[in-house]
């Protein structure tokens, strides 16, 4: 006997036995991998006690309950639908064990109630030829039973949670939600009266009138309860079952308009919905208060991807409520879209069997009750989903056979005994279906819905889910962190400056030079990233540079990135600690650049923080009025006042608009009165009142460039740009005209600019006009042990002339030291003073290579200081 024939023999066709086996053999792969989940995330494997065996208990209790269930049934309905129990049996499977993987304590509780349910539907079905007739007799009794129970949550009403309406009766562990048996009451109630009255009554109103009047008492009741979720569900079971009874399409035409009624005063008038709505329609703009469980949700959908994390292996316990409101979001995670289009595949075969099951009933009254049973399973479940994946309005409602909850998985299975009661009587059919238009309508509405809610999945899961994954809001990136170990940052001479330090499980992020914080940033659970950290973290955490067959097999058996990569920065340590230990106890940055490459050799910015005490000082950081948490040098954003002057210099030369020496060094604006840095030598000669930084020269060389030319000029040195770096920088947009030029040669307009940008622009003076592409993130250590160069991000621009850039820097060379250099001041809106240093090699004097540019920003009125930091930080790079 071949594997095919031994296949065929344990799963013979059309039996619902081999279904359920089927489902059987899936939830036992699910389960081994739920008990190898705590080996496969470490890595390691130290004992049969370090992994998960709690959920085995509820694997044994679903197979021993549904072998017993399916022979009892087989026995007792041989004609019923043969595949919606083994669909139910999936479902709820697939759940238990879901939240087992959740909630231990939870899932011991859902097992017990899965238990209770089929116990129930086995012994129910003894009186299988007498249930239906009783509920039909009965209607008004069961209804009303279901109202009074409702109504007593009023008086001896509670919430195990503790948080919300009082919905559930019950005491010392034993609860019980009288909402949702009270569905399928109005569901009986409606198919037996719709049953009953239509052959007697014409016109619709008459026919409806009564059942307005029971609908009404019962969404009165839920609403008085905040129980919206269920009232959706009541209204929406109440449309279809109305809707297949009359064929009038104005009913649901109606219903929908009604609805929308109810939103807007919802809206405007009751705080629960306007919260729900906004966050419905908005969750970005509070993601960690009112919305937090909508964006948490959303970011499990991005991580699972295409094809999941892995049983076990997601972080679904990050969205709140995971295991009952959120289930479908856990199941995503671990399950991939793969595994959610799965899952609403099988709530929409369900869905449709049910409404075949109504074409083939034996009478109106089952015909009815089907098609309730698949309103109530469709409309709770696209409810719920749709709330999960912001298709609709987050409602508190359970997703039939898998959220936790005991009421609603009993009512599940009473639901469940209802379609196996009717579908037994299919070949009894006492008349043939005369108007199928309306059952059929519904299938393919079924159809669109839960096709839309497949194609959201999807944008969540695949178009969105890269950008998704990079906020700081999505813990799972930081708990990766602590079982995947994180690349290094190396200085370009090879020396740490972080690293990862601790075991798998525990690994933590050390920063060996704090005074570095500002521009290395941070990685931390809580507050995000920043810095290089954020910028290079695809490299530093294993997702880029990496072999693709090793990305793809630590995605789909670790459920994780790959180990992280070491990258060699750029900045050289010792110059990054002497321009440190300058700056100390100054606000300011500096930043120093290789002129012929840009590579970026120094980069400080001062107040500072220390990445490695994050959780004891972020308080004090964010209230801090220095702004420690800010990289002044990328980040910071400066008006440039008289520092512009040889740029402004080299720029008339090119147009030939040198203007004479103005007689007033001096310019008054805005009520203030600007004065040069220092006095020049010899006001007559344009390069000196350009070293002397002196504003009314500058005005005249603004007024004879004009804006356009100063608009073309700003643009060609980077102001308008924000600079091409692995981080996230902004900058200023380039206005259509500049109205006053003769401001602008002076800083007095809306220019604001970061010192990088600055220092590439000095760059350009040094190094024949050309302005390099920045550069900080050199090599990164590949797999097999050795370095891949990596390029910059951006390319160089020719900025300037290159023979005046040259004469520009040589006309401002110091009478000192090889190299040019200038100091401005510049005047904030607010009246803070700024002094800038910029200063580089002279190109005739520079090997090829080796052209170095520094710019100094002090948030003080102290140019000598300025002078004397940058010089030192100037000379150290050229190695004097």
């Given at each position: 006997?071949?594997?095919?024939?031994?296949?065929?023999?344990?799963?013979?066709?059309?039996?619902?036995?081999?279904?359920?086996?089927?489902?059987?053999?899936?939830?036992?792969?699910?389960?081994?991998?739920?008990?190898?989940?705590?080996?496969?995330?470490?890595?390691?494997?130290?004992?049969?006690?370090?992994?998960?065996?709690?959920?085995?208990?509820?694997?044994?209790?679903?197979?021993?309950?549904?072998?017993?269930?399916?022979?009892?049934?087989?026995?007792?309905?041989?004609?019923?639908?043969?595949?919606?129990?083994?669909?139910?049996?999936?479902?709820?499977?697939?759940?238990?064990?879901?939240?087992?993987?959740?909630?231990?304590?939870?899932?011991?509780?859902?097992?017990?109630?899965?238990?209770?349910?089929?116990?129930?539907?086995?012994?129910?079905?003894?009186?299988?030829?007498?249930?239906?007739?009783?509920?039909?007799?009965?209607?008004?009794?069961?209804?009303?039973?279901?109202?009074?129970?409702?109504?007593?949550?009023?008086?001896?009403?509670?919430?195990?949670?503790?948080?919300?309406?009082?919905?559930?009766?019950?005491?010392?562990?034993?609860?019980?939600?009288?909402?949702?048996?009270?569905?399928?009451?109005?569901?009986?109630?409606?198919?037996?009266?719709?049953?009953?009255?239509?052959?007697?009554?014409?016109?619709?109103?008459?026919?409806?009138?009564?059942?307005?009047?029971?609908?009404?008492?019962?969404?009165?009741?839920?609403?008085?309860?905040?129980?919206?979720?269920?009232?959706?569900?009541?209204?929406?079971?109440?449309?279809?079952?109305?809707?297949?009874?009359?064929?009038?399409?104005?009913?649901?035409?109606?219903?929908?308009?009604?609805?929308?009624?109810?939103?807007?005063?919802?809206?405007?008038?009751?705080?629960?919905?306007?919260?729900?709505?906004?966050?419905?329609?908005?969750?970005?703009?509070?993601?960690?208060?009112?919305?937090?469980?909508?964006?948490?949700?959303?970011?499990?959908?991005?991580?699972?991807?295409?094809?999941?994390?892995?049983?076990?292996?997601?972080?679904?316990?990050?969205?709140?409520?995971?295991?009952?409101?959120?289930?479908?979001?856990?199941?995503?995670?671990?399950?991939?879209?793969?595994?959610?289009?799965?899952?609403?595949?099988?709530?929409?075969?369900?869905?449709?069997?049910?409404?075949?099951?109504?074409?083939?009933?034996?009478?109106?009254?089952?015909?009815?009750?089907?098609?309730?049973?698949?309103?109530?399973?469709?409309?709770?479940?696209?409810?719920?989903?749709?709330?999960?994946?912001?298709?609709?309005?987050?409602?508190?409602?359970?997703?039939?056979?898998?959220?936790?909850?005991?009421?609603?998985?009993?009512?599940?299975?009473?639901?469940?005994?209802?379609?196996?009661?009717?579908?037994?009587?299919?070949?009894?059919?006492?008349?043939?279906?005369?108007?199928?238009?309306?059952?059929?309508?519904?299938?393919?509405?079924?159809?669109?819905?839960?096709g839309i809610a497949a194609l959201i999945c999807g944008w969540w899961a695949v178009t969105r889910g890269p950008d998704l994954l990079t906020r700081n809001d999505n813990a799972r990136r930081s708990l990766s962190d602590r079982y995947v170990?994180?690349?290094?940052?190396?200085?370009?001479?090879?020396?740490?400056?972080?690293?990862?330090?601790?075991?798998?499980?525990?690994?933590?992020?050390?920063?060996?030079?704090?005074?570095?914080?500002?521009?290395?940033?941070?990685?931390?659970?809580?507050?995000?990233?920043?810095?290089?950290?954020?910028?290079?973290?695809?490299?530093?955490?294993?997702?880029?540079?990496?072999?693709?067959?090793?990305?793809?097999?630590?995605?789909?058996?670790?459920?994780?990135?790959?180990?992280?990569?070491?990258?060699?920065?750029?900045?050289?340590?010792?110059?990054?600690?002497?321009?440190?230990?300058?700056?100390?106890?100054?606000?300011?940055?500096?930043?120093?650049?290789?002129?012929?490459?840009?590579?970026?050799?120094?980069?400080?910015?001062?107040?500072?923080?220390?990445?490695?005490?994050?959780?004891?000082?972020?308080?004090?950081?964010?209230?801090?009025?220095?702004?420690?948490?800010?990289?002044?040098?990328?980040?910071?954003?400066?008006?440039?006042?008289?520092?512009?002057?040889?740029?402004?210099?080299?720029?008339?030369?090119?147009?030939?608009?040198?203007?004479?020496?103005?007689?007033?060094?001096?310019?008054?604006?805005?009520?203030?009165?600007?004065?040069?840095?220092?006095?020049?030598?010899?006001?007559?000669?344009?390069?000196?009142?350009?070293?002397?930084?002196?504003?009314?020269?500058?005005?005249?060389?603004?007024?004879?460039?004009?804006?356009?030319?100063?608009?073309?000029?700003?643009?060609?040195?980077?102001?308008?740009?924000?600079?091409?770096?692995?981080?996230?920088?902004?900058?200023?947009t380039m206005p259509s005209t500049l109205e006053r030029p003769g401001n602008a040669g002076v800083g007095r307009d809306e220019l604001r600019i970061s010192p990088l940008q600055m220092a590439l622009a000095a760059a350009a003076l040094t190094?024949?006009?050309?302005?390099?592409?920045?550069?900080?993130?050199?090599?990164?250590?590949?797999?097999?042990?050795?370095?891949?160069?990596?390029?910059?991000?951006?390319?160089?621009?020719?900025?300037?002339?290159?023979?005046?850039?040259?004469?520009?820097?040589?006309?401002?060379?110091?009478?000192t030291l090889p190299i040019w250099e200038v100091t401005g001041r510049a005047i904030g809106d607010d009246g803070q003073i700024y002094i800038w240093y910029l200063a580089g090699t002279l190109s005739e004097q520079t090997e090829e290579g080796?052209?170095?540019?520094?710019?100094?920003?002090?948030?003080?009125?102290?140019?000598?200081?300025?002078?004397?930091?940058?010089?030192?930080?100037?000379?150290?790079?050229?190695?004097?």
């Amino acid at each position: 006997m071949n594997v095919a024939q031994a296949i065929r023999r344990w799963m013979p066709a059309s039996n619902s036995a081999s279904l359920i086996r089927l489902a059987g053999l899936f939830l036992g792969f699910y389960a081994l991998a739920l008990t190898l989940a705590p080996a496969v995330r470490d890595r390691s494997f130290d004992g049969l006690s370090e992994l998960n065996w709690g959920h085995w208990f509820g694997m044994l209790m679903w197979a021993v309950s549904f072998y017993f269930l399916d022979r009892r049934i087989r026995k007792e309905l041989p004609n019923r639908d043969v595949f919606i129990v083994p669909l139910v049996a999936i479902l709820s499977g697939w759940g238990l064990l879901t939240i087992w993987r959740l909630t231990p304590f939870f899932g011991f509780r859902q097992t017990l109630w899965l238990g209770l349910g089929t116990a129930f539907f086995i012994l129910a079905l003894r009186y299988k030829n007498e249930i239906l007739n009783a509920l039909r007799r009965y209607k008004y009794l069961w209804l009303l039973a279901g109202f009074l129970l409702t109504a007593l949550t009023f008086l001896f009403g509670t919430n195990p949670s503790g948080i919300g309406p009082d919905l559930w009766l019950g005491c010392c562990g034993i609860y019980f939600q009288p909402s949702e048996p009270l569905k399928l009451l109005l569901i009986i109630y409606l198919a037996a009266y719709l049953a009953d009255r239509q052959p007697l009554m014409s016109g619709l109103v008459p026919l409806l009138a009564p059942t307005v009047l029971m609908a009404g008492i019962a969404l009165m009741l839920l609403l008085v309860q905040r129980d919206l979720g269920t009232a959706w569900v009541f209204v929406f079971i109440y449309t279809i079952l109305i809707y297949v009874a009359s064929g009038k399409r104005r009913v649901l035409v109606s219903s929908l308009l009604t609805l929308a009624l109810a939103l807007i005063a919802g809206y405007f008038l009751v705080g629960l919905v306007h919260a729900r709505i906004d966050s419905w329609i908005n969750p970005w703009l509070d993601p960690s208060g009112s919305s937090y469980q909508i964006v948490q949700g959303l970011l499990a959908l991005a991580a699972g991807g295409i094809f999941g994390r892995g049983p076990g292996l997601g972080s679904p316990g990050f969205v709140p409520v995971s295991h009952s409101d959120f289930i479908f979001t856990s199941i995503a995670e671990e399950s991939g879209l793969i595994g959610a289009i799965a899952l609403l595949l099988i709530v929409l075969l369900l869905s449709l069997r049910a409404l075949r099951i109504s074409l083939l009933a034996r009478d109106a009254y089952q015909r009815y009750l089907a098609v309730g049973v698949c309103a109530y399973l469709a409309s709770q479940s696209l409810l719920i989903v749709g709330g999960n994946i912001r298709m609709l309005p987050l409602t508190g409602v359970t997703l039939p056979f898998v959220s936790y909850g005991g009421s609603s998985l009993l009512t599940s299975f009473v639901a469940l005994l209802l379609l196996c009661l009717v579908s037994n009587e299919t070949v009894n059919r006492a008349t043939p279906v005369s108007r199928t238009r309306t059952t059929q309508g519904v299938g393919a509405g079924l159809l669109v819905a839960f096709g839309i809610a497949a194609l959201i999945c999807g944008w969540w899961a695949v178009t969105r889910g890269p950008d998704l994954l990079t906020r700081n809001d999505n813990a799972r990136r930081s708990l990766s962190d602590r079982y995947v170990p994180r690349g290094a940052f190396l200085d370009r001479n090879g020396q740490l400056l972080s690293e990862t330090i601790g075991e798998g499980g525990n690994y933590q992020r050390q920063y060996l030079h704090p005074e570095l914080s500002s521009v290395l940033g941070y990685t931390h659970p809580n507050f995000g990233q920043a810095g290089f950290e954020s910028g290079l973290d695809p490299i530093l955490r294993g997702e880029e540079f990496q072999p693709a067959l090793d990305l793809w097999l630590n995605h789909v058996l670790y459920g994780q990135p790959s180990p992280g990569l070491d990258i060699r920065l750029s900045l050289d340590l010792k110059l990054e600690q002497q321009a440190a230990e300058l700056l100390a106890n100054e606000a300011g940055a500096a930043v120093v650049l290789n002129a012929s490459n840009g590579e970026i050799l120094g980069m400080i910015s001062q107040p500072t923080f220390d990445s490695n005490n994050l959780n004891e000082n972020w308080e004090t950081l964010l209230d801090s009025s220095g702004s420690p948490l800010l990289n002044r040098a990328t980040q910071g954003a400066y008006p440039t006042g008289t520092a512009l002057g040889p740029f402004l210099l080299a720029a008339a030369r090119a147009q030939s608009t040198i203007p004479d020496p103005p007689a007033e060094l001096s310019f008054a604006v805005d009520d203030l009165q600007l004065e040069c840095v220092r006095q020049p030598l010899d006001a007559a000669v344009w390069s000196e009142l350009v070293a002397a930084a002196c504003p009314g020269a500058l005005a005249e060389l603004g007024i004879a460039l004009g804006g356009e030319n100063l608009l073309a000029l700003f643009d060609d040195l980077g102001f308008y740009t924000a600079p091409a770096l692995d981080l996230d920088l902004r900058a200023q947009t380039m206005p259509s005209t500049l109205e006053r030029p003769g401001n602008a040669g002076v800083g007095r307009d809306e220019l604001r600019i970061s010192p990088l940008q600055m220092a590439l622009a000095a760059a350009a003076l040094t190094h024949y006009g050309q302005m390099p592409a920045p550069q900080i993130a050199l090599e990164v250590e590949t797999v097999e042990g050795g370095w891949r160069q990596l390029q910059p991000e951006g390319e160089p621009v020719q900025a300037l002339n290159n023979t005046l850039a040259q004469a520009t820097a040589q006309n401002l060379a110091s009478a000192t030291l090889p190299i040019w250099e200038v100091t401005g001041r510049a005047i904030g809106d607010d009246g803070q003073i700024y002094i800038w240093y910029l200063a580089g090699t002279l190109s005739e004097q520079t090997e090829e290579g080796e052209a170095r540019s520094v710019v100094i920003l002090l948030e003080s009125d102290k140019p000598a200081l300025a002078l004397s930091i940058g010089q030192a930080l100037l000379l150290a790079a050229m190695g004097q």
